[in-house]
């Protein structure tokens, strides 16, 4: 072998892995014309990539944006900036035709299944419909369908009920099974377990789980509960009204988080333990991190200033960036 073609190989293997979904500078406004442009963005400047087989957790609380850019990358909500590009395509525009042909390829799980469900079709109908707009004959649809079904852990027969005829863990799976019966490479899972008991919860988590491994798939697992996201994900992002405030390898996040309100979502999620949570609840009290409902939003700077127990008047009017601390991402002037 040449040394020319030794350094040749060398680079290929250098060469990063292209990511399977990379969001750049995403910006995402509701309303219209001045009236949204004077209203603070929903989505504002967040950037994230998912590598082919990665799962990145988005966590945040309630109205923080995290379904809104699981909408913008599904085409569901409209972009006012920034890109999402899909293995490499900018899909941030794409029309109609181009996202029927992604359909296969880049599916969703939702908190409800009953809005991927049609109460009036069975189970088989509604898994085969993805296949059979994909010219899949109705005989080898109706088999996918059901060893789908099995691999999700319910019975090959079930093909022929609805879907009141189960629970809620079960239409749940029936979901699950519905996003990857078309073998997609990236599934959006917003809030696919929150609406499930404890129990339920960890069935279907480690179905994720094992399809993810055994299929190679990427997720982005979009959750308010920080522990449910750091069983499934290997990297977080972590948002606050609207901007990325640390994000990071999911150890490093969860476990020693740098930015004041990723330490105060973790201290407030819930375990089973009621020594470990007094604990918990004694740190949350520690940090002197004021409630969202006390405080208007900051106009300017860092959006969780007026929450900070670190915020300086620098804070109120610097929005800070994102460097690196430790082993993650961190947007606070003092982390």
């Known amino acids: ?67 809104t850019i699981g909408k913008a990358i599904l085409g569901l909500q409209k972009v006012a900036g920034g890109s999402v590009s899909f293995r490499g395509k900018d899909i941030t525009r794409a029309g109609a035709a181009e996202r029927r042909a992604l359909g296969g390829e880049l599916r969703a799980v939702f908190q409800d299944p009953n809005s991927s469900l049609n109460p009036r079709q069975t189970v088989g109908a509604s898994l085969a419909e993805p296949l059979r707009l994909r010219g899949v004959p109705a005989a080898e649809a109706r088999e996918k369908a059901e060893a789908m079904l ?30 990857l019966i078309c073998d997609p490479q990236l599934v959006v899972c917003d809030e696919a377990v929150s609406a499930l008991d404890l129990s339920t919860q960890a069935q279907v988590l480690n ?10 798939l990427s997720y982005l697992f ?15 992002v972590v948002l606050y009204r609207g901007q990325v405030m640390e994000s990071g390898p999911a150890a490093a996040v969860t476990e020693a988080p740098k930015h004041p309100f990723t330490q105060a979502l973790v201290a407030a999620s819930p375990v089973p333990r009621p020594a470990e949570q007094a604990q918990r609840r004694a740190v949350r009290e520690a940090l002197g991190v004021r409630t969202a409902a006390a405080v208007a939003a900051s106009p300017g700077g860092c959006p969780f200033s007026q929450r900070c127990p670190l915020a300086t008047e620098r804070c109120t009017s610097e929005r800070p960036a994102l460097r690196r601390v430790g082993a993650s991402d961190v947007a606070c002037h003092y982390a």
């Open 207 to 216: 179905l994720l789980a094992d399809l993810r491994d055994e299929r190679g």
């Open 150 to 179: 099995e691999r999700v852990g319910l019975p090959r027969d079930a093909v022929d009920r609805y879907p009141s005829q189960f629970s809620g863990g079960q239409r749940q799976r029936i979901a699950v099974a519905r996003a």
């Open 222 to 236: 979009i959750a308010h509960d920080i522990s449910v996201v750091q069983f499934l994900a290997q990297r977080v």
């Open 1 to 67: 072998m040449s040394i020319e073609t030794a350094e040749r190989q060398d680079t290929r293997a250098a060469a990063p892995e292209q990511p399977m979904l990379e969001v750049r500078d995403l910006v995402v406004r509701y309303g219209r014309g001045r009236k949204a442009a004077a209203l603070a963005a929903a989505v504002d400047g967040v950037s994230f990539s998912i590598l082919p087989g990665e799962t990145v957790g988005l966590v945040g609380e309630s109205g923080s944006g995290k379904s």
